[in-house]
Nanobody, 127 residues
């Protein structure tokens, strides 16, 4: 079992940057693939980025590619999402998620392939 706590959200102007963190409890963090999702009001939860257990393989949605970077520090049980060149349409609650589902590698964008979720952190980008 792993518990996830996100932090780092806030209000930022368009073009600005934020770094989200997701701290995990437990000794097994390094065995999980980690993902970031977001959900805007009235919209479904959507995939943002995924990183494998060792950190050497990442995958992004098209709308954040080249602007966001996912990384992890297994010694600190933490995964990060560096967000640059933020746009108003990036406004959402951002969630981190953990997975040991073997099928997560093939279907990283599906929320159903993640077993554990954080409570989310609000990101608001003003125009």
């Amino acid at each position: 079992q792993v518990q996830l706590v996100e932090s780092g959200g806030g209000l930022v102007q368009a073009g600005g940057s934020l770094r989200l963190s997701c701290a995990a409890s437990g000794r097994t963090f390094s065995s999980y693939a980690m993902g970031w999702f977001r959900q805007a009001p009235g919209k479904e939860r959507e995939f943002v980025a995924r990183i494998n257990w060792s950190g050497d393989h990442t995958y992004y949605s098209d709308f954040v590619k080249d602007r966001f970077t996912i990384s992890r520090d297994n010694a600190k049980n933490t995964v990060y999402l560096q967000m640059n060149s933020l746009k108003p349409e990036d406004t959402a609650v951002y969630y981190c998620a953990a997975s040991r589902d073997p099928n997560n590698y093939y279907m990283p964008t599906m929320p159903q392939r993640y077993e554990h979720w954080g409570q989310g952190t609000q990101v608001t980008v003003s125009s």
